[in-house]
């Protein structure tokens, strides 16, 4: 009786155009802290290039223009994007190779940029088309010890209700102005959902 009751006020509010979509925005990013996080002095963070799976150029720029902006937007902090010419000036920089950054060139970053901490990004699964996929993690070293104090993972299924719903709710909350879907079907409108769940760990 009570469902049918609940099922008739929605088609009556509905009609009168008083009902408006709820999503539930779930967290799908993780997250670790490390216990000393608070000791650290943190305000300019190096954003380098991302590490992991092979990414071309378009890709690789699409990725790291929505992880500066969202991470920019919803952290405290200053982000300074840092190309790989950057990093050639760095002895014993080679992450393309070694698929990871050394410590010492974290460092050594710090030093020649004046920063705080440094935001390294690895992916390790997309799929562009539908249904995309993204999957990453993000590692703040900070420059003083060249450890990882805080890190966050997510992975993204465009195909799993769970996933839909959060993006439905994240272009409800951005008021993109377009019918969500597109965002299905957008590579740069994905990376960004996916940023901003893991910039709102941090």
């Known amino acids: 009786m009570r469902r049918a009751l609940i099922a008739a006020a929605l088609v009556l509010a509905s009609s009168t155009g008083c009902v408006t979509a709820h999503y539930v925005d779930h967290d799908l990013a993780t997250a670790r802290v490390a216990s000393d996080f608070d000791t650290y002095t943190i305000r300019r963070v190096g954003l380098v290039p991302l590490t992991g799976l092979d990414l071309d150029v378009d890709q690789e720029r699409v990725l ?47 030093r020649r940029y004046q920063l705080d901490a440094v935001l390294v990004t690895t992916i390790t699964d997309h799929q562009f088309f539908e249904p995309q996929r993204l ?29 839909r719903s959060s993006l ?35």
């Open 64 to 110: 790291r223009s929505a992880i500066f902006t969202e991470f920019s937007h919803g952290t405290p902090y200053e982000f300074v994007p840092l190309e790989a010419h950057d990093l050639e000036e760095v002895p014993g920089s080679d992450p393309y190779r070694r698929g990871r950054y050394d410590p010492r060139t974290i460092i050594q970053l710090a």
């Open 135 to 163: 999957s990453m993690q993000c590692d703040l070293v900070a420059t003083e010890t060249g450890v990882a104090i805080w890190s966050g993972s997510i992975h993204l299924d465009a195909a799993k209700p769970e996933v």
């Open 168 to 202: 439905r709710a994240y272009c409800q909350s951005v008021d993109a102005g377009e019918s969500w879907e597109v965002n299905l079907l957008s590579p740069r409108s994905f990376a960004h959902f996916a940023a901003h769940q893991m910039s709102r760990m941090l």
